[in-house]
């Protein structure tokens, strides 16, 4: 190839990349790349090379695929969302690779179109044998057979009596509305029976056998640990076990859901989305966790929250909602931006505001930065205020607007150097600046209004990923055209209802929490290996997944191991002081573009050391602080067999099985046998040897897991 020829190659396929190329460009580009096997061979390195580079920086690479399809499938066919020939592999991230490169460009640069309505594939092509020897001169590479067959990509035409299928192509962003009967959304048993009815006609159509129903002992600690963020006292098992009401398992939801360890362990969760859970930033954490609680514990609708936290002004000490943007409004906005569209819109962006997105063509870099423009007005400004007691002068952080008709646009620059000006749009529609209004304002208006259903979308997904452990997505939060779903239908539905009710997260909770999928045992069934997301297949929610337990649940199930009354848990005084204190051993934050933070909460030597002989597991197996363990020892009225069981329960909310109970007392008459040959006296040994089996049940894998 001769440089003159490379350089203009190169120019002309950077102004594709870049979607800025003209008419004449692509013809030219034609022209050269079907002239010289050489100049293809240049133009397919270039483009994989592009998308690899400024991708899998990111992390996030995807392939490109086309469903199977045999021409017989309907919309709430699961068949049409996922290939089913390998299901466990089709969430695998995998790096876009040189064949499907080289396809995509024979189709460009030969002219062959694929007939698109609404940005949706119309039918999944049909190859068949061809002899045209240009197409075989532009796919050999020196290295096929010539007796190989040539392919030609051709679309059936459809009748217009055969439905199309909008599952195939944007199934997630902007879910299609559920197309069978009618669903009163407004109806909470309607929606239950909504999301039982979708789950199991996936089941039926693949074959898959649900697990059976959960024990009371499995789903009594389950929705403890989900809704109010720790395991079940020894009381409140016994309780619910002895209870022969058949609604006991809806009154409990409903009781949790009311309670404010509800609102609080949401809070917890939010304030961890939002500013992450180290105290390195210059924020008031606990004012935005006291908000985020008022909010939940009111009910208050999701798009409220949400448009306060993008327009909250303030300083950090008398503005909970300040606290968000005050953690992210660093480095021209670029976090705030970032973390607003991943966190409340489950999009990953932040790579956008570099390079265009390799598989959603209209996520340009002007997408991120027209966001960004939305902050442009915002500033956080530093005040010395004077303590009127002390006399010691106070730094202040304050959240604030510079109001103005003439705000200046956000600016990037595109990969050629050359600077590019945003200005604020969103949801479609261009925002000019008002005197009277912030953008800040405008922006929230649109973010948080029926022109922007993915808001609703996105906290559906997340809050079945918090409940079962995985999303209908493969990431919770990179959702769009490019990212598969599960299951449209049910995501649609739920997202309709979320909308219908008025965002309302109790409800939304609810409905989830009383669906079969929720109430089935983590145990699969014996024939049927097809629900394995944790191997990177599809999740179909046959069985309850196991999830570990994060870092708040494991401080408030020990700290209810130790004894600790739960309203001790959610009173901010010495208990969310410890905790917060507590949490900070794990996390660290990190000073990047997403202001995220690294955690050593996953395992590691920080993680296992303090299972082992951490404070809070000193407490609760000390007899003299642990009140649990304290009770059950000195009762004189308690067999063994009674201590063996109180103990499990405290620890593990259920009775020990036979085999168990049998391993236990032989274990435990060794440990006091041991303890008594050496001189200590019997009941100092029973005390001791019934510590080490509490610490044992506390240090099981089965403790730290939610089932």
């Known amino acids: 190839m001769r440089t003159h020829t490379r350089h203009e190659l190169l120019k002309l396929t950077e102004a594709v990349i870049e979607d800025y190329a003209t008419q004449e460009d692509y013809a030219r580009l034609e022209a050269i790349v079907l002239s010289d096997p050489e100049c293809l061979e240049f133009y397919l390195k270039h483009l994989e090379l592009h998308g690899n580079l400024y991708w899998d920086a990111a992390g996030r690479g995807h392939s490109l695929s086309i469903p199977e399809s045999d021409g017989m499938e309907t919309e709430s066919s699961p068949k049409a969302v996922f290939p089913q020939k390998d299901r466990r592999r089709a969430w695998a991230p995998r ?32 190859l068949v044998e061809t002899d045209d020897p240009r197409l075989e001169e532009t796919t050999s590479n020196g290295n096929d057979s010539s007796e190989d067959s040539i392919v030609e990509v051709h679309l059936p035409e459809r009748s217009p009596s055969q439905p199309q299928d909008e599952t195939l192509v944007n199934n997630s962003h902007q879910p299609q509305d559920q197309p069978q009967a009618e669903v009163n959304f407004t109806d909470d048993q309607a929606v239950v029976e909504f999301i039982n009815h979708q789950l199991a006609s996936t089941w039926n159509d693949l074959g898959i056998d649900p697990a059976p129903q959960a024990s009371d002992e499995d789903w009594v600690r389950r929705i403890f640990v989900d809704l109010a963020g720790r395991i079940p006292t020894p009381a409140e098992v016994k309780s619910f076990l002895s209870n022969s009401s058949p609604d006991k398992r809806t009154d409990l939801v409903d009781s949790l859901l009311a309670s404010r360890e509800f609102s609080y362990n ?36 999701w798009t409220q929250t949400v448009h306060e936290l993008l327009t909250a002004t303030g300083s950090a000490e008398e503005s909970g909602p300040a606290n968000y943007l005050l953690a992210h409004l660093n480095n021209e906005a670029v976090p705030a931006t970032a973390i607003t569209a991943r966190i409340f819109l489950c999009e990953q962006l932040q790579c956008t505001q570099c390079h265009r997105h390799p598989i959603v063509s209209e996520w340009g870099q002007n997408r991120f930065w027209e966001i960004n423009a939305f902050f442009q007005q915002t500033e956080v400004r530093n005040t010395l205020i004077t303590d009127q007691k002390s006399g010691e002068k106070i730094r202040k952080r304050v959240l604030t607007d510079e109001i103005s008709p003439e705000v200046e646009p956000a600016y990037y620059e595109s990969l050629q150097g050359v600077m590019q000006v945003a200005y604020p749009r969103f949801a479609g529609e261009d925002v000019t600046p008002e005197e009277s209004v912030s953008l800040r304002a405008r922006f929230a208006n649109l973010f948080a209004s029926e022109q922007n259903p993915q808001l609703a979308v996105a906290f559906v997904n997340r809050t079945w990923q918090q409940l079962f452990g995985f999303a209908f997505t493969q990431e919770v939060d990179d959702m769009g055209p490019h990212s598969d779903v599960s299951h449209p239908e049910l995501l649609s539905g739920l997202r309709q209802a979320f909308e219908e009710t008025g965002y309302d997260v109790r409800r939304l909770m609810r409905w989830i929490c009383l669906s079969d999928a929720y109430q089935l045992s983590s145990t699969a069934s014996e024939d049927s290996n097809l629900d394995e997301p944790e191997a990177g297949g599809i999740p179909y929610f046959s069985r309850m997944y196991t999830k570990p337990f994060s870092a708040e649940q494991l401080f408030n199930s020990l700290m209810i191991a130790a004894g600790v009354p739960s309203e001790e848990l959610t009173s901010r005084g010495d208990a969310f002081e410890k905790r917060e204190n507590w949490l900070q051993q794990f996390f660290i934050a990190m000073d990047n573009e997403e202001n995220s933070e690294s955690t050593t909460f996953d395992g590691s030597i920080t993680h296992t050391l303090m299972m082992i002989n951490g404070d809070l597991v000193q407490q609760a197996t000390d007899l003299n602080q642990s009140r649990v363990l304290r009770d059950i020892v000195v009762d004189p009225k308690k067999s063994e067999t009674d201590r063996i069981n109180e103990l499990c329960l405290a620890a593990l909310s259920r009775y020990p099985t036979e085999p168990e109970l049998e391993a236990i007392r032989k274990t435990l008459r060794n440990q006091i046998r041991l303890r008594t040959s050496q001189n200590i006296p019997a009941k100092v040994a029973v005390g001791e040897s019934l510590r080490d089996l509490y610490w044992a049940f506390l240090n099981s894998s089965e403790f730290s897991v939610n089932r």
């Open 95 to 126: 790096r876009i690779s040189t064949i499907a490169a080289s396809v995509l460009t024979l189709l460009a640069v030969t002219g062959i179109w694929l007939r698109i309505s609404d940005n949706r594939l119309a039918d999944p092509p049909v």
């Open 266 to 301: 949401f809070a917890s969760v939010w304030t961890n989305l939002l500013v992450g859970r180290s105290r390195e930033r210059e924020i008031d954490r606990e004012e935005l966790f006291a908000y985020l609680e008022r909010q939940f514990g009111e009910n208050r609708a």
